[in-house]
């Protein structure tokens, strides 16, 4: 592997090149969709490396990407909306045919227009004649062409693609059908990746089964050369549209799996009896799979929480003899051979969130592929197992499986070590031992001098004249010594290590955290005396237009540049923090229990706002702070109100595994499964529905002092700055407004860029920005 980098490091074992890798990692989010795709693999190197080298005629390219993009919105044009290039079809003679842009709607069936002049091309709005038009005399110029780039080269190649998908191949210049060909051939290693990197990718992935859905149907789309919208059974051969009917149309899987289907669809179509055989043959051909799944952990009856399971998937082609395999994929519109790949992605339906995925590219009748994945919890489990192939629509195969895992402390895991093996040194305490200096000889003064040998001899002497076997007991008593002295060891190295795990469980959360199960786990529901009495800290939520820093140690006065040492972090506006107050702590201010060490903030009425106790807060208050998962148990215990949507939304948000799975688990315990499952429901529906809400937020974009912003659909905003330091933030989205702090999101502003306002009517103007250079930006800005 080192040589093969050393050879080519651009390129990497997945077959794409490094840059592609970090492209990928940058477009392909928790927001991504199915329409984003093609724009994101003509982002890769390898897609921008298929025109081929130059020299170029630009001029020439220039005119044929033209006939291409208008004979593309001929297809599908792009919706009338301000901002939008269109054509005067209809109308006074002197506007027919020109040219201009959509601006403002005048009423509900006409809207004002913005026409250019027929001599020259307009330098500003100055040029232009505003005026009122129809929309039935308006055509739009563009087609309905998803990027979500807007540098030149990637949208030339996302036209092509789309062009691909609709089937426009006729209406390609030489040139083009040429690169599509490149492009298609670099298509499968390019998609792969895609999936792989969504499913894999940096950070959290678990929230990212939509999005690894909607790569997957590109990548079926792709290969049949099908819009994205298109029905699934114009895979079939000779069916390029479907006419309109009043009677329903079969499924792609009723038609492949039942013959009689099949016949009643061919003579709906009116096909030949050729045409009807080559639909035949494509129903014998196309995949017809089942799953069967099976979870065990090797060497162990039992599952328990930190075990590593195995599930087993087998994959069996039920249209295939036993010996056979599966062939080419029918993709007429390929140069190359394709064949199937089929990902098998593992969604947990208690947590609603992806487990796993894995690709089978064996193209056998009965495939079985061994999945490795951690217990994460103890309790039940019920995972579904989606076979998802990346050829065709409508064909995917899906099965369950359940099963219960216990607590660790309720099995036995201990390992074993032989009291011969004890003094085996590891390999790593060999080489320790031999970085260590030798010791120094002693000296002539401090040798000791050797005992006289006659007086042992005597001894011994006398010891054989007594006739008694001492020196057999002793070799005895000494073989004893040494088999005690190698179990002692054995088991104090067993000792250490359970030391070893305590402490990393320690280092890994919180030192509370480590006692929890002792604490939390043995079904006890009384609340103690010690809860009612202990301080478990204050909630405390910052406010003010700037951050408040984080200091490490209290003062009473300092300079700036001894303030600047003492600074170790800030908080944003709105952060909400859990602090301890008095008890000996300096007046102003309050301590913070970090996980590197404590830290202090200095509290002042325009800095921050009490809440109240941590017992008192809701709990999407309290999991946003630094709090023990031992602190929100008895927070579970000791609340009365019920759990809210906010609540649960808030859990889901925990950005630690382990965390937010044994919180999870808590509020299940405690309003019971039917209950939570409700509210799980109505988070996900307010999640649409805040999506809905940010659709005019949401994207990248810059403002003029060259801060980069990101709007997510989860309403968090990530920035960087012009020197490079990072800003985040969360967004407030009511019924009413959407707000950044003072600001207030400008929603009937019909522009592309946005306006966030304030009370005393100032502006902040976001310029949407899609540039491939500033999302590289961003990202190496959190990346660091």
């Known amino acids: 592997l080192v040589l093969c980098c050393l050879r080519n490091p651009q390129r990497t074992p997945t077959g794409v090149s490094s840059q592609t890798i970090r492209i990928f990692n940058v477009a392909l989010d928790v927001d991504v969709t199915a329409e984003d795709c093609p724009g994101i693999m003509a982002a890769a190197d390898e897609a921008q490396g298929c025109r081929g080298p130059g020299p170029h005629n630009e001029e020439r390219e220039g005119a044929e990407l033209k006939k291409l993009i208008e004979a593309m919105a001929q297809v599908k044009p792009e919706p009338m909306m301000p901002g939008g290039l269109v054509t005067i079809r209809n109308g006074p003679p002197e506007f027919r045919g020109r040219r201009g842009v959509l601006r403002q709607r005048a009423s509900q069936t006409s809207v004002m227009v913005e026409v250019f002049p027929v001599d020259k091309i307009p330098k500003g709005p100055e040029d232009c004649e505003m005026k009122e038009f129809p929309f039935a005399d308006l055509w739009s110029v563009e087609p309905r062409l998803v990027c979500p780039f807007s540098d030149a080269p990637i949208r030339r190649v996302t036209a092509i693609l789309w062009a691909h998908m609709w089937r426009l191949h006729h209406q390609m210049p030489a040139s083009y059908v040429a690169e599509l060909e490149q492009l298609l051939g670099v298509s499968e290693r390019l998609g792969r990746a895609m999936v792989s990197i969504c499913a894999h990718g940096k950070g959290d992935r678990t929230l990212h ?13 792709l290969v049949q050369a099908l819009d994205l919208e298109a029905c699934p059974l114009q895979q079939l051969p000779h069916v390029a549209r479907l006419p309109a009917s009043k009677t329903p149309w079969p499924s792609i899987r009723e038609v492949v799996s039942d013959p009689d289907k099949a016949t009643e669809l061919a003579e709906r179509l009116k096909l030949s009896p050729e045409q009807r055989l080559d639909m035949q043959a494509f129903c014998r051909h196309a995949p017809r799979v089942e799953l069967s799944l099976s979870v065990e952990v090797y060497d162990e009856e039992e599952i328990a929480e930190g075990d590593v399971l195995t599930l087993t998937v087998q994959l069996d082609r039920t249209h295939l003899a036993e010996d056979e395999a599966a062939g080419p994929v029918h993709a007429p519109f390929l140069r190359s051979p394709k064949f199937e790949e089929w990902w098998l992605i593992v969604m947990d339906d208690r947590s609603r969130r992806m487990v796993t995925a894995e690709v089978i590219l064996n193209t056998a009748k009965l495939v079985t592929t061994k999945l490795r994945i951690q217990v994460p919890r103890h309790g039940d489990f019920r995972w579904s197992v989606h076979a998802i192939c990346d050829s065709y629509v409508g064909l995917d195969a899906r099965s369950t499986v359940t099963f219960c895992a216990l607590k660790s402390e309720a099995v036995d895991r201990e390992i074993f070590v032989h009291p011969e093996d004890a003094n085996i040194k590891t390999l790593f305490e060999e080489i320790m031992e031999g970085l260590q200096p030798e010791e120094d000889s ?51 190295k067993n000792d250490k290590n359970k030391k070893d795990e305590k402490h990393e469980k320690e280092e890994d959360g919180d030192e509370e955290e480590a006692n929890e199960e002792k604490e939390d786990d043995d079904g006890s529901e009384s609340t103690s005396s010690e809860d009612s009495t202990t301080d478990w800290g204050t909630i405390f939520r910052i406010t003010g237009n700037t951050a408040c820093w984080i200091y490490r140690r209290p003062f009473e006065e300092a300079t700036d540049e001894e303030k600047l040492e003492l600074k170790r972090g800030q908080f944003s506006v709105g952060t909400l923090i859990r602090a301890y107050v008095g008890g ?9 229990h970090l996980s590197d060490g404590s830290g202090w903030v200095q509290m002042t009425e325009d800095r921050a706002e009490e809440l109240g106790p941590l017992m008192e807060q809701e709990l999407c208050w309290v999991v946003q702070t630094a709090t023990p998962v031992s602190m929100v148990n008895r927070w579970m215990r000791n609340r009365t109100k019920p759990l809210t949507v906010d609540d649960i939304e808030a859990v889901r948000g925990i950005d630690n595994d382990s965390v937010r799975w044994k919180v999870e688990e808590a509020a299940r315990k405690k309003i019971g499964n039917e209950a939570f499952e409700k509210l799980m429901d109505q988070a996900f529906a307010k999640h649409a529905w805040r999506r809905r809400r940010l659709r005019k937020a949401m994207g990248h974009f810059q403002t003029q002092n060259g801060c980069i912003w990101h709007v997510s659909s989860g309403a968090r905003l990530r920035g960087v700055a012009a020197d490079g330091s990072r800003i985040s933030d969360k967004l407030v989205v009511t ?5 950044i702090g003072p600001w207030t999101l400008d929603e009937e502003r019909p522009c592309s860029c946005i306006h966030w306002m304030q009370k005393e009517e100032k502006q902040w103007v976001w310029q949407q920005d899609k540039s491939m250079e500033s999302r590289l930006k961003l990202a190496a800005a959190f990346d660091r």
């Open 209 to 221: 089964f939509e999005a690894v859905l909607g790569v997957l149907h590109f990548r079926k789309h």
């Open 735 to 739: 019924d009413e407004v959407v707000q």
């Open 442 to 492: 002693e000296s002539e003064e401090d040798v000791q001098p050797a005992k006289p040998k006659v007086a042992a001899a005597a001894v011994r002497a006398d010891e054989a004249d007594d006739g008694s076997d001492s020196s057999d007991d002793e070799a005895e008593k000494t073989d004893e010594q040494k088999k005690k002295q190698a179990e002692e060891k054995a088991t104090k």
């Open 584 to 592: 000996g702590r300096p007046e102003g201010w309050v301590e913070l």
